[in-house]
């Protein structure tokens, strides 16, 4: 029988039907809130915790702290009860109730703060002192790795080799960098598609990076293609998933389904997955269903 790490990735397509329109091309969302931890951050938590005890970097009685906009943090704190390693996570603190008590619940400690930037430098200090192991997702190869080793090759498989274009909301960016380095490499002739706010949109999950903050990992080379969604687009499409297509999905996967009817709107014929990120249950105290 296969544990809850095992159940990690393999998740289901869903053709869009009623939001698509041109019928001369197949919308599929790639359904990562089947996820054990509810999210696509899984594979990524899995490989950079598993990957760094396999080094040594982490060993029993190693603390851990990250930086989160709250999917990574939860899916970090189910695979660090897995190991029985303690973590801290540090969130902004206009991040939802639901993901503060999930990782709460996984028994990570929660240090709310002001804004994604002011937490990534809190962690990056406590990291640097020694005490903590900082795993840094913005910048942690192993993080896309996760993407170029299972997220790119199911796709691949799923659709037979048929997809023309990726679309992906884009935040640390390792979704988008691991699959591009996938499908370029299986298909140079697959376009790669980002998603970002406009400028003044804030939409969870999705950002619009200041320069000094632009994660390591990202090489924009890698994306063919950058979409800028409103945050009046990212919701009304997220609720429209809810009730036209039956996928309760947060305002990141709404962002990147935009993306993904802008996309299809232009073309005579192809084939595009956008990435579902997570479940819309983590925002059910915000305003995004309401």
């Not at 696509?40 to 598993?50: L, W």
């Not at 503060?100 to 640097?128: N, Q, S």
């Not at 979409?227 to 309760?248: H, N, P, V």
């Amino acid at each position: 029988m296969a544990g809850i790490i095992d159940l990690i990735g393999n998740t289901p397509m869903a053709e869009i039907k009623k939001l698509n329109p041109n019928p001369n091309v197949r919308i599929f969302g790639k359904l990562e809130g089947n996820n054990p931890g509810g999210s696509v951050k899984d594979r990524a938590a899995k490989n950079m915790i598993k990957s760094a005890m396999e080094r040594g970097d982490i060993k029993p009685g190693t603390k851990l702290i990250e930086a989160t906009s709250g999917n990574t943090g939860i899916a970090l704190a189910m695979i660090a009860s897995l190991y029985g390693l303690e973590i801290e996570l540090v969130m902004p603190d206009n991040s939802t109730r639901e993901r503060t008590l999930t990782m709460e619940a996984f028994g990570a400690k929660v240090t709310l703060l002001e804004g994604i930037e002011l937490c990534r430098d809190y962690a990056e200090e406590k990291g640097a002192s020694g005490e903590y192991f900082l795993l840094n997702q913005f910048a942690n190869p192993d993080n896309y790795l996760a993407h170029y080793h299972t997220t790119g090759p199911e796709i691949w498989k799923d659709t037979e080799g048929q997809i023309t274009h990726f679309v992906s909301s884009m935040g640390t960016t390792g979704t988008i960098m691991g699959c591009s380095r996938y499908f370029k490499e299986v298909n140079p002739d697959i376009q790669i598609v980002g998603c970002q706010p406009t400028e003044g949109s804030s939409i969870p999950g999705i950002r619009r990076w200041p320069v000094e903050y632009l994660p390591k990992i990202f090489e924009p080379e890698r994306v063919d293609r950058v979409l800028d969604i409103s945050e009046a687009e990212a919701t009304l499409m997220a609720r429209r998933l809810a009730k036209e297509e039956a996928i309760f999905a947060g305002m990141s996967s709404g962002g990147a389904m935009a993306a993904a009817v802008k996309l299809a709107e232009e073309l005579t014929e192809g084939t595009i997955v956008f990435i579902c990120c997570d479940r819309g249950d983590r925002y059910l105290s915000s305003e995004l269903f309401g």
